[in-house]
């Protein structure tokens, strides 16, 4: 699946600073009419290392009113966490009604890495599939709009990435030892993303995959993805 993605396409910068500012003021607008309309928005970001989870989800909620969304960012679970279900801790972040949730990782932290490193055991993440899909499709059937984006980009491009933040004083913070753990098993990361993919894109929650080379590009894809998945589900006296 992932090998069949183009990732070369791009946006021309003009043509970005152009169609950018429009779908942003209308996520904006959107996010006044999800909050009259009491619907809840959840927004997941996953990706390779350096794929720019954090550069899209800055250019999703720049424009918001910052009393409607929250971002959550999820590292490996600490303290209480690890004494509930891996799930608790992503039900307790849920954006309420006439919210907008963006989550930087995810709850599919359990067939990603805690599979490839076996922080859970084959059981535990193969069981995953089917409660993080029953996890979603409660979230749905409560009138939760859900987007799943998978950012990705090619190995070439992400050792790019790689050496310019190594370079940079003011990046190079973002450049960690596991990071370069993780690209050495970037065939096994890639079979979990592809399964991941496969196994819990549903009607429901589909899964975006967004060609991320090219950040222009990118960028505008996930906004514009993120305004069309709430305007599908708004009523008609709602979308003007």
Known sequence: ????????????????????????????????????EQIPVLCVFEGWDAAGKGGAIKRVTEALDPRGFTVNSFAAPRGEEKTHHYLWRFWKA???????????????GRVLVERVEKFCS??????????????????RSHGMVI?????????????????SREHDPYRSYKLTEEDWRNRAKWNVYQQAVEEMLERTSTAEAPWTVVEANDKFYARVKVVK?????????LPKKAKK
């Open 94 to 108: 849920l954006p309420r009604a006439g919210h907008l949730s963006v989550w930087d990782r995810s709850h599919y």
């Open 1 to 36: 699946m992932l090998e069949r993605v183009d990732v070369k396409k791009k946006l021309d910068e003009k043509l970005y600073r152009k169609q950018l500012p429009p779908i942003q003021s209308r996520l904006r607008d959107l996010e006044f009419v999800i909050y009259r």
């Open 225 to 233: 993805t993120v305004v069309s998945a709430i305007e599908a589900v």
């Open 122 to 139: 084959e059981w535990e993440w193969r069981r995953a599939y089917r409660e993080i899909n029953e996890f979603e499709a409660h979230q």
């Open 147 to 163: 987007c799943k984006f998978w950012l990705h980009i090619s190995q070439e491009e992400q050792m790019r990435r790689f050496k």
